[in-house]
Structure formats: C-alpha cells, structure tokens
C-alpha cells in the first residue's frame, strides 16, 4: 500500500518543474522559480504524467532489494493537472485534479482499473514581503471515485489497490536560492494530512516530505538537474497508531527542461530511482513528462 503514496509524492517533482513565479524582470520562463507566485492577472496550466515501474522490493536492510514473488510487476500511472491564478501578487487561487490508474500483471493475476483519486482548490501565499523567494501553498483534494482501494464486495478487482481512500489536505513550504547566474537551489518540506473516507486504515495519518533540487542553465532555453527526496510516514498499519517515522523511502532522479516555445511553453522529461526504503516496501522507478503554459 506504501506505494501509492510514491506515486502522490510527484506532486514534489510537479511543484519544482511546474509551479511559477512572478515580480521578475525576465521573461524566460527559467526566471518563474517554485518559490514565488503569478502576478495578477497572470495563470498558469500544467499537466504532469507520471508512471511508476516496480518489479523489486526492499528487504531487511535500507538498501538491500529482492525481486517480487512470481515475477510480479506493477505500472502506477497518475497524471496531474492543475490550474494557478494570480489574484495578487501576494495571493494565487487554483484548482487541481488527479486521474490514477493501475496495471498489475503476475502469474497469478492480470488486473487493472482507473479513477479520480483527487480534485479540489489550492491557495498560495507569500506570508513575509521581504522575502519574496519563500512561500507557502495548501491544498484539500476530495476523492471522486469510490472503493479507490478495492475492498467493497462484489469489486471487479478485489484489494487491487489504487490510492489511499482519503481526503487529503497538502501544505507545502517552498525556498529557492540563486547561486549565481547559472545555478539554483530549491528547498521544499511538505505535510501531507489523509483524512480517511473508505479506508483499511482506522485513523487518521500524517506523512511528510523533504526535498532538494539543484539546477543548472547552460542556456536561456535548457535546465537542467538533480533531485532528491526523503518521505516518511508517520503511521504503523499493523497496530493502527500514529508512530513517528515509522515506513520510509528515499529516491534521487536527473531531469531536463526545454522552452519549445519562449515566455509560454516548456516541457519536461525526469526519470527517478528508489534507492533506500524500509522493508517489504517497492524498490522502483518513475519516468515523467510535463507540460507547462503560462500567461504572463
């Protein structure tokens, strides 16, 4: 069930590649950093894919993986869509909707399904005036689709686990830092609260997030960098308790931007490795595509 929540934790990945910034001078769109909002008036539209690949596990130590029983594979795709506004300069307004779907093949079982795991509004401020880079976004996604985990009988893939059935509200604090002309650091910690609806989960949990993003510009079209995330929950499944960073994964992954069309379109490519994790959770892979318009 751990996995699922490697598929949600691209919405770090979409904040770095995707979220805007306004009050610049530039134009280019390498000047519309995560940390800061559009300018009013000004929106954006971004939708982000995601596909999760996962044939190995972790064992019983952080870094050890073993293969899945009976040659088990399992394909995680969400794609990721949202819409920004500025209605200030200080106070961007927006909506996001999240489409999951889920291919799971062994020699047992071939299964697959899809749905709306999320949608719902977001609001982003920039809390301190003089410091223009750091802000501050939350988000609350309502779940359309029902039985997103497969457990009501009568299910046309029974436990063929989508995403956690949930209402989730998402707060994220993002910091960006230039180092010099050609270089740039992004920092970002995030509290994820799931509220439970139809869940194999009794209460209630809170994962959080930390991240590092460190890009290069060898030119005003092309970006280019590395990434790197730590991810805990904080939440025991086995006694149905809040317990502090009990499961765990780290990843790291290499990404690339290119302006295909100056100051309005960019797209994105990134490919991402788990390679720590705690045990019996999914060793796996991501590759990902974006695309990002925006209306200055």
Not at 189 to 211: E, G, K, M, P
Not at 215 to 239: A, C, I, K, Q
Request: charged share 15%; aromatic share 18%.
């Amino acid at each position: 069930m751990f996995n699922a929540m490697k598929i949600l934790s691209r919405l770090c990945i979409i904040t770095f590649i995707m979220l805007p910034t306004s009050l610049l001078a530039q134009r280019s769109l390498q000047a519309y950093t995560p940390s800061a909002l559009l300018g009013q008036g000004n929106w954006e539209f971004k939708s982000f894919q995601n596909l999760y690949r996962e044939t190995q596990s972790f064992g019983q130590g952080p870094f050890e993986k073993i293969m899945n029983d009976e040659e088990k594979r399992s394909l995680y795709f969400t794609s990721i869509n949202q819409f920004l506004y500025g209605l200030t300069p200080q106070l961007n307004v927006g909506v996001d909707l999240w489409a999951s779907h889920v291919d799971v093949s062994s020699l047992q079982q071939n299964a697959n399904r899809w749905g709306i795991s999320g949608v719902g509004p977001k609001i982003k401020i920039a809390p301190i005036p003089k410091l223009p880079n750091l802000s501050v976004q939350s988000t609350f996604l309502f779940p359309l689709s029902k039985d997103l985990e497969g457990r009501q009988p009568g299910a046309e893939n029974p436990f063929l686990f989508l995403s956690f059935d949930r209402y989730l509200w998402l707060t994220q604090f993002f910091y960006d830092q230039s180092l010099g002309t050609k270089w740039q650091i992004f920092l970002q910690t995030a509290f994820w609260y799931s509220i439970v609806r139809d869940s194999f989960v009794n209460n209630n949990f809170l994962d959080t997030q930390f991240n590092g993003f460190l890009s290069y510009f060898p030119n005003s079209r092309w970006t280019v960098y590395g990434m790197l995330e730590y991810f805990p929950r904080h939440y025991d499944f086995e006694t149905q308790m809040a317990q502090p960073f009990n499961i765990y994964f780290a990843q790291a992954g290499l990404g690339a931007k290119y302006q295909l069309i100056p100051q309005l379109l960019e797209l994105e490519l990134l490919y991402s490795n788990f390679f720590m994790g705690s045990p019996n959770n999914g060793a796996g892979q991501t590759f990902n595509f974006g695309v990002r318009i925006i209306q200055q």
